[in-house]
């Protein structure tokens, strides 16, 4: 049986669990998504060796929030990994999170091995800014970790996606230093996916060889191929990887379309 990644991002959760953003209570949207996968778990069908959280995990960057978090996620916790969104805070996430979070760098980010596949999550947080970054010196850790696992078949997991989604509005606001990522990613063959959040929509694109994959929100959903902010109808979603010996099969489930 493939090992089995499990990627939820856009949480934008808010510490009053009432209040709504765009019209949805992303507090109550992610409570269903985690109650159907728990479902799916307990029943046998999923089984997840890891849980990816790619960003913009609250709305509003308060302590209360992440603490919330921190009490949906329960019992999944030592699955878990974090990486920040530009609706994010670093220092929050560190005292929240402190178990899930590296203390050698400035950098959220992780490194993990399952099932022969390095799994690698990258910080394109920029500080009071809705664009993302990664910057020189996580490119050269980036860098670093290829080179220390070759062998190994590798996706990497970041906020902002590293190439135009065709939606003037997004793109605006999307990875400013892409083409030095992509060069590291294309540099090593062993890279076969880059996989974010961020778009609030499903989106993939075969990028000289290398997938390039965008998941939708636990809550509000983007329309696609828009010059500026509609929301879409669609309902939240996810992404889940089976992992291969040296192949990966990716599909977004939407809440809906859970099959039961």
């Known amino acids: 049986m493939p090992a089995q990644?499990?990627?939820?991002?856009?949480?934008?959760?808010?510490?009053?669990?009432?209040?709504?953003?765009?019209?949805v209570r992303t507090r109550d949207s992610l409570i269903e998504v985690l109650q159907l996968i728990r479902e799916r778990e307990q029943s046998g069908e999923w089984n997840f060796e890891y849980i990816?959280?790619?960003?913009?995990?609250?709305?509003?960057?308060?302590?209360?929030?992440?603490?919330?978090?921190?009490?949906l996620l329960g019992d999944w916790l030592p699955?878990?990994?974090?990486?920040?969104?530009?609706?994010?805070?670093?220092?929050?996430?560190?005292?929240v999170f402190p178990e899930l979070v590296s203390s050698s760098t400035g950098f959220?980010?992780?490194?993990?091995?399952?099932?022969g596949w390095r799994l690698i999550g990258l910080d394109s947080h920029v500080e009071g800014e809705l664009y993302g970054r990664i910057g020189s010196a996580q490119l050269e850790w980036l860098s670093s970790e290829l080179s220390t696992h070759v062998r190994q078949p590798t996706i990497l997991?970041?906020?902002?996606?590293?190439?135009?989604?065709?939606?003037a509005w997004l793109d605006r606001i999307g990875l400013r230093d892409a083409e030095a990522l992509n060069e590291v990613?294309?540099?090593?063959s062993q890279v076969r996916a880059i996989s974010t959040g961020h778009v609030h929509q499903e989106f993939s694109e075969n990028f000289n060889g290398l997938q390039i994959l965008t998941t939708p929100s636990t809550g509000v959903q983007f329309l696609p191929r828009q010059d500026e902010l509609v929301c879409?109808?669609?309902?939240?979603?996810?992404?889940?990887?089976?992992?291969?010996e040296n192949?990966?099969?990716?599909?977004?489930?939407?809440?809906?379309?859970i099959p039961g």
């Open 5 to 23: 990644i499990l990627q939820l991002t856009d949480l934008h959760l808010l510490a009053d669990p009432e209040k709504t953003l765009k019209g």
């Open 108 to 115: 959220i980010n992780f490194s993990v091995e399952t099932a």
């Open 185 to 188: 990613a294309r540099s090593n």
């Open 232 to 244: 879409d109808q669609l309902p939240p979603g996810f992404r889940i990887f089976h992992l291969f």
């Open 157 to 167: 997991f970041i906020h902002h996606p590293p190439v135009s989604v065709q939606s």
């Open 79 to 95: 699955r878990c990994r974090l990486i920040p969104g530009n609706h994010d805070d670093r220092a929050l996430i560190r005292k």
């Open 247 to 257: 192949a990966f099969e990716s599909v977004v489930i939407r809440l809906p379309e």
């Open 52 to 71: 990816f959280l790619t960003g913009d995990l609250t709305h509003d960057e308060q302590l209360a929030t992440y603490e919330a978090l921190r009490e």
